[in-house]
């Protein structure tokens, strides 16, 4: 039977030409070895992507720039260009803030200006700095605040180890080509990401701002399959009878998990029997992985059994509506 549910995605992504122009010119090497096109379809924004978006039953897909941390210059003009590539299809396209978090103060105000002026979701950005600082320090407290204060969504984007990581942890007997992918997109740092959320909860972030709203990748990066291990553990933590919000609360009411890149049935179910319904929402991650992947893994979801018509509906587009108030 053919799908007809109007799909909201949330990691989706585009490249301004004038940052790409500015881009790590290994990172672009790196990107090109996954997908020779992948720039072009970074670029495009008009018909050629609207019509991936028509083949792939996608009602609205929410775009975000590639996770970078530029100049707060050049952080704003990412952000104007966004606003006017909504503009041009305003019925299709929905947009993430793209923040640069070396200084949270002008992030926060960043997300501001984004959300009241441009009517833009929430936020999307590298999960670790430069430098690999995550962002669990009194630093960062302005950031958290606004986006509580707002009511929207950060959704923290999976980024390439730095070198003394990637050396340590990932380099081996092997080419240079492999190591990066261990360390990147075919396993670390999805744990990275992992790592950060548990990294949030131990400083106490959720405690301080309990209505924060985090979304995390790729079937949760890892953490559904870790979850019934680590919550217990978390019990025997100095100053766990001080905390508000113990770690399942914080997974079931300021976590919320999409698909991107993950179209196997295998880690979805691990996902249902770990995560709240109302928790889960379908995104691709394109143009780094297909729509049309996307499209027959939903169908997939559909006829497998392991979830309701009503919950299908939910995590095509029900809980995006919902996180996201449009």
């Not at 500015?22 to 990107?31: L, S």
């Not at 006017?84 to 200006?113: G, I, M």
């Not at 984004?114 to 950031?143: E, H, I, Q, S």
Request: glycine residues 6%; hydrophobic residues 40%; aromatic residues 10%.
């Amino acid at each position: 039977m053919p799908l007809q549910t109007p799909l909201i995605m949330l990691e989706e992504h585009v490249f301004t030409q004038f940052m790409w122009d500015k881009y790590d010119v290994n990172a672009r090497r790196g990107m090109a070895a996954r997908d020779p096109t992948v720039q072009d379809k970074l670029l495009e924004t008009g018909d050629g992507r609207i019509a991936t978006l028509d083949a792939g039953s996608i009602q609205t897909q929410v775009l975000s720039h590639i996770p970078c941390h530029p100049s707060l210059e050049d952080m704003q003009k990412v952000n104007d260009e966004l606003s006017e590539t909504k503009k041009q299809r305003p019925d299709r396209y929905e947009c993430f803030a793209c923040l640069s978090l070396n200084d949270p103060v002008e992030a926060a105000k960043e997300l501001e200006r984004c959300v009241v002026k441009y009517g833009f979701l929430g936020a999307l950005f590298p999960n670790t700095l430069d430098d690999g600082t995550f962002y669990d320090t009194a630093r960062f407290y302005p950031l958290y605040e606004k986006a509580q204060e707002l009511d929207v969504p950060l959704y923290l984007h999976p980024i390439f180890p730095i070198a003394d990581v990637s050396k340590l942890l990932f380099d081996g007997p092997y080419p240079k080509p492999v190591s990066i992918q261990i360390g990147g997109w075919c396993y670390g740092w999805h744990a990275t990401v992992a790592i950060h959320v548990l990294r949030l909860f131990a400083a106490g972030i959720f405690d301080r701002y309990p209505k924060l709203k985090i979304v995390i990748g790729h079937m949760g990066e890892t953490l559904p399959f870790m979850l019934d291990r680590i919550i217990p553990q978390t019990a025997n933590w100095p100053g766990a009878t001080s905390r508000v919000k113990e770690l399942r609360q914080v997974w079931d009411e300021n976590i919320w998990v999409t698909t991107s890149g993950m179209f196997a049935l295998g880690p979805m179910a691990c996902l249902l029997r770990t995560t709240k319904i109302d928790r889960i929402l379908y995104s691709v991650d394109y143009p780094l992985e297909d729509n049309q992947d996307g499209f027959k893994f939903l169908e997939e979801l559909r006829d497998s059994g392991l979830v309701s018509e009503g919950d299908f509906a939910k995590i095509a587009y029900q809980n995006a509506k919902a996180l996201l108030r449009i």
